[in-house]
C-alpha cells in the first residue's frame, strides 16, 4: 500500500519561508511523477508544482512561479517544496500526489494523479 505524508506546514508571516516535505512508502518512489496541490477553504483544489519521475522535469503554476522550488530524492523517497516569498493568499491545506503513469510532462490534473496525502497546513498572516 502506497503511503503518503507531508510535513512542515505551519505558520508564518508574509514575505517568510517554509519548506514542505512528503515522505512516500510503500511502493516505488523513482517511477513515479509528483505534484504538490493546495486547497483553501471555499476553493477548488488547485495544482502548484510537479516534477517528473526520473528527468526532473518541473512545472509550476503562474502564481507560485519565482517563489516556489519543487525538488526529489529518489533515494529516499521524498519530494519537497521550498515556499519562499510566501503571501497571503498561499494560505491553505498542502498535498502530495503521486502519479503511476508515464508522460511527457507532470501533469496538472488531481484526477490524474493515484496516490495523496492527508496534507498538512500553511498559514500565511499579512
Known amino acids: 500500500q502506497v503511503r503518503l505524508v507531508e510535513s512542515g506546514g505551519g505558520l508564518v508571516q508574509a514575505g517568510g519561508s517554509l519548506r514542505l516535505s512528503c515522505l512516500v512508502s510503500g511502493g516505488t518512489f523513482s517511477t513515479y511523477a509528483m505534484g504538490w496541490f493546495r486547497q483553501a477553504p471555499g476553493k477548488e483544489r488547485e495544482f502548484v508544482s510537479a516534477i517528473s519521475r526520473n528527468t526532473y522535469r518541473t512545472v509550476y503554476a503562474d502564481s507560485v512561479k519565482g517563489r516556489f522550488t519543487i525538488s526529489r530524492d529518489n533515494d529516499r523517497g521524498t519530494v519537497s517544496l521550498q515556499m519562499n516569498s510566501l503571501k497571503h493568499e498561499d494560505t491553505a491545506v498542502y498535498y502530495c500526489?503521486?502519479?503511476?503513469?508515464?508522460?511527457?510532462?507532470?501533469?496538472?490534473?488531481?484526477?490524474?494523479?493515484?496516490?495523496w496525502g492527508q496534507g498538512t497546513q500553511v498559514s500565511v498572516s499579512s
Open positions: 500526489a503521486a502519479d503511476r503513469t508515464v508522460r511527457n510532462y507532470p501533469t496538472q490534473t488531481p484526477a490524474l494523479y493515484d496516490y
